[in-house]
């Protein structure tokens, strides 16, 4: 077994993360987001086909929260500070992926979808809406009525379902803060007691054990949390609904690594000189 490190450790690994992640998000982009896709534009696809593309989707995001929580017992020091995310993705990030403020937050755009809806009414008879793709070339594709629908009327059990998950991360997003800041702090403060009384390599790599142990458990229970809230989300939302959710979250991911939107990103960017030159007028 290789010998863990802290955070403010470093050691190679037979596979970096990073490697496991460009495969993951290339299927994701290439393979099951188009596959996906593809079974809600048809008007004649069968809702069994929809959703075992559906099911295949939701699997692959369960499969990266799995090889997470394996790759953070090995090295949890590159999960918590991912080099291999971009500038776009890193405001999201929550102890080492993104927010789970982002499910909930991406369902309640569906939600509300329908506060807000001015699009125009299509024909009673009509089985078919034109929905914008959000890819590239932004072409217009059909969609069945029944799927473009799907968050019209939400269920009474479905709100009620979203905020109880809302209500369980406004509890347990804070702990898992307040835990990882007590472990960073917890450190410190046992090397700087250690420091001076000469055991300084000593004191150094016992703090780090004991704090790799502890952000371990952190980012895994942070990570549990982030699959907990997808299951709970699927679970509570038809397959029509569920199939909508997913390829808005799909999308989503893709988007932050769209290299247009990233290059105007880096445009705006502000260099750190003339930030201090604006404070000091």
Known sequence: MLKAVGLFGRK????????FYAEWFNTLKNTLLPSLRSSMSESDSSLTRLSTQMEALHLHFQSY???LDLAAQND???????????ALEKPFLFLGDFHPYLFTNLLRSFLTQ?????????????????????????????????????????????ME????????????????????????????????RNWAFGTHKAAVEEAMAEQNEEMVGVFVDANRLRKSVLVEIMDATSVYQGALFLEGLAQFLVGFRDPELLAQFELCKTPLSKQSRLLAI
């Not at 949890?76 to 971009?86: E, K, M, S």
């Not at 799927?147 to 009474?156: D, E, L, N, Q």
């Open 12 to 19: 190679k690994t037979t596979r970096q993360f990073k490697d």
């Open 65 to 67: 929260y799995d090889a």
């Open 76 to 86: 949890v020091a590159q999960l918590l500070c991912p080099t291999w995310r971009n």
């Open 114 to 158: 329908n506060d807000t809806d001015t699009d125009d009414e299509n024909d009673g008879d009509s089985t078919v809406v034109q929905c914008a793709s959000d890819r590239g070339d932004r072409d217009l594709f059909e969609r069945p009525w029944h799927i473009a629908t799907a968050w019209r009327s939400p269920s009474y059990n479905l």
């Open 161 to 192: 379902r979203v905020e109880q998950v809302e209500r369980g991360l406004r509890l347990m997003v804070p702990a898992l803060a307040a835990r990882a800041r007590d472990a960073q702090v917890g450190f410190l403060e046992r090397v700087a």
